[in-house]
């Protein structure tokens, strides 16, 4: 899986969608994953605020959940791009023709500034 591609990932994570759906209490709506997203947003942002040294010191030892190592920092964003495909999906949004057209946009746009 080390040498998965941008599309091989979005494929694994609808896989791992259609299997939630099997046992989730309800089905997702978009509200619901963007929901989740904020959520997961949240959830990084404490992490990065802790790991930057943003809150007290040793607030790690109050709880396993301040630890911000980088294996919970890769987890949250794992959870966000869950998220984002649940979003796509619904609004029917092809993520990875879209992330090469954006790309190719910003690449036209940064040539414009010299760079």
Same mark, same amino acid.
């Given at each position: 899986?080390?040498d998965q591609?941008?599309?091989?990932?979005?494929n694994?994570?609808?896989k791992?969608?259609?299997?939630? %759906?099997?046992?989730?209490?309800?089905?997702?709506? @978009?509200e619901? #994953?963007?929901i989740?997203l904020?959520?997961q947003?949240?959830?990084l942002?404490?992490?990065v605020?802790?790991r930057e040294g943003?809150?007290?010191?040793d607030?790690?030892?109050l709880s396993d959940?301040?630890?911000a190592s980088?294996?919970k920092i890769?987890? %949250?964003?794992?959870?966000?791009?869950f998220?984002? @495909?649940r979003? #796509?999906?619904h609004?029917?949004?092809?993520?990875i023709k879209?992330?090469v057209?954006?790309?190719?946009?910003?690449?036209?746009?940064l040539?414009?500034?010299g760079v």
């Open positions: 899986m080390d591609t941008f599309a091989d990932g979005i694994e994570i609808r791992t969608i259609k299997r939630f %759906e099997k046992i989730e209490g309800r089905p997702w709506g @978009v619901g #994953a963007v989740e904020a959520k947003v949240g959830e942002s404490a992490l605020m802790n943003y809150y007290f010191a607030r790690e030892k959940k301040y630890n980088d294996d890769a987890d %949250e964003l794992a959870d966000i791009m998220a984002v @495909v979003i #796509a999906e609004y029917k949004i092809d993520l879209t992330n057209q954006t790309r190719k946009d910003e690449d036209k746009f040539k414009t500034k």
